[in-house]
């Protein structure tokens, strides 16, 4: 007798991403109670399940959900505000002022939510959060059923959130508290970077994130300016001070990663950090390229990030999968260094692991999530396939995007967003737009 179930999905291929550089023909998803229960041949799944949903997908290639490893939502609303200056011009003399003005939790709910929308009709379902009034983000990614990570954001000065560093952790471990609850909601240490934080900061960020097994997630050698800065007024690089107050280890997520010399990519490799790659990003502000290819060589796990809509300017992990690999070869002069499944599993299971979710997304494998994207191979411009996880990367792009699932609830169907009323969200959007140009 067949099993009750609540879905099969039934794609073409299948790249599960556990094992790496499988791709599957003919194969199903069983799910049941958001989870992942089998995944086994088509022709088997027919007579072991009984589906309350079937569908087939018969052009569509189905992988794990999407894990953006940093951005900052709520950004989106500063979308094309301030381009083409470098990374410091940018934040002091158009972000930090606009920010200045405008940030409030109704400014991070509408933006976090234009956010979410963007990502999930482009295949991610999971996002790493560093931003202010994370309680506001946090309803904007639950109402649309989204998985998000959400930053106790600290810097040493005030903002319309908080006052010192001491009220900005206290507020976000209060969020934390209140939160802790929602499944789709969970948090990390969030300090902006070395040169925004002090030391004792920094050394109780470090107690806080042993005591409660959260990542620490940072902006660290981003450009070669924050190296000469550190040098001047610490006497070390960023990396080796941030080494020096206890806070490298398997919990440390560092953004951008850039201006690394050897040393630093075997300190990485050594304690077991992450690196968050935002490819895009860093060409748009000038701020270098990340040494991939030799930090995948010294075992750091590297994972994609979109940055903020401000700086880069779409929240789109196929263009950062894109950007990452061609970065990568150009760079090494390299053509086989990072190939499509290894990209695509830095858009998945690294950023998943470097999370400390591994055991819960980022792979097609039962136990796990059912957090899917299917992606549809049969446009003029996807044809013909002969790898369909060489078109993921180099092909296709966000707008073939034709399902999307979290915890195994229909979150996109056939291209169209579920549960956003979109033109009320617009509206609002002009609203800001209006805002922000007065």
Excluded at 39 to 57: E, K, M, N
Excluded at 97 to 104: D, F, I, M, N, Q
Excluded at 249 to 274: F, K, M, S, T, Y
Aim: aromatic content about 4%; hydrophobic content about 45%; proline content about 5%.
């Amino acid at each position: 007798m067949s099993q009750p179930i609540d879905l099969l999905i039934e794609p073409r291929w299948l790249i599960p991403v556990e094992p790496q550089g499988v791709v599957l023909e003919d194969h199903a998803v069983a799910v049941s109670a958001g989870k992942i229960i089998d995944v086994l041949p088509s022709r088997d799944a027919q007579g072991r399940y009984h589906p309350a949903q079937r569908i087939t997908l018969p052009q569509q290639v189905l992988i794990p959900g999407l894990v953006n490893l940093h951005t900052h939502a709520a950004m989106a609303l500063l979308r094309g505000i301030a381009d083409d200056l470098p990374l410091m011009d940018w934040l002091k003399t158009r972000i930090w002022p606009a920010e200045a003005r405008h940030v409030s939790a109704a400014f991070v709910r509408d933006g976090t939510l234009l956010a979410c929308a963007e990502m999930l009709r482009g295949g991610i379902t999971c996002f790493n959060d560093m931003y202010f009034f994370p309680e506001a983000a946090a309803e904007a990614a639950h109402s649309l059923g989204m998985r998000a990570v959400l930053g106790m954001v600290v810097v040493e000065f005030p903002t319309a959130y908080a006052t010192d560093a001491d009220d900005y952790l206290s507020k976000g471990l209060a969020a934390r508290d209140r939160l802790r609850g929602d499944p789709l909601i969970s948090f990390c240490m969030a300090p902006h970077a070395p040169y925004t934080v002090a030391d004792r900061t920094f050394e109780r960020i470090a107690t806080l994130s042993a005591q409660l097994d959260l990542p620490i997630h940072i902006h660290v050698h981003e450009t070669s300016g924050e190296v000469e800065q550190s040098l001047a007024r610490h006497g070390v690089r960023p990396l080796d001070r941030l080494h020096r107050l206890g806070l490298l280890g398997p919990g440390l997520i560092g953004v951008h990663a850039v201006h690394l010399d050897e040393r630093e990519i075997a300190l990485l490799g050594e304690n077991n950090c992450a690196v968050a790659h935002c490819p895009t990003s860093n060409m748009k502000l000038a701020s270098g390229a990340a040494p991939t290819a030799r930090l995948a060589k010294r075992g750091v796990r590297i994972g994609l990030g979109t940055d903020g809509a401000a700086s880069n300017n779409r929240l789109d992990l196929f263009q950062e999968m894109r950007h990452a690999g061609l970065l990568a070869k150009v760079t090494s002069g390299d053509a086989a260094v990072l190939n499509a499944h290894e990209l695509l599993r830095m858009a998945t299971l690294n950023g998943a692991a470097a999370l400390g979710m591994e055991d819960r997304i980022g792979s097609i494998k039962p136990g796990k999530a059912a957090d899917l994207c299917a992606i549809r191979l049969d446009a003029l411009e996807t044809r013909p396939c002969f790898d369909p996880a060489s078109h993921l990367v180099y092909a296709a792009g966000r707008e073939h995007v034709s399902h999307v699932w979290v915890n195994g609830a229909p979150q996109v169907q056939n291209g169209l967003l579920r549960g956003c009323d979109t033109s009320r969200l617009l509206d609002t959007v002009n609203l800001w737009q209006n805002k922000l140009t007065a």
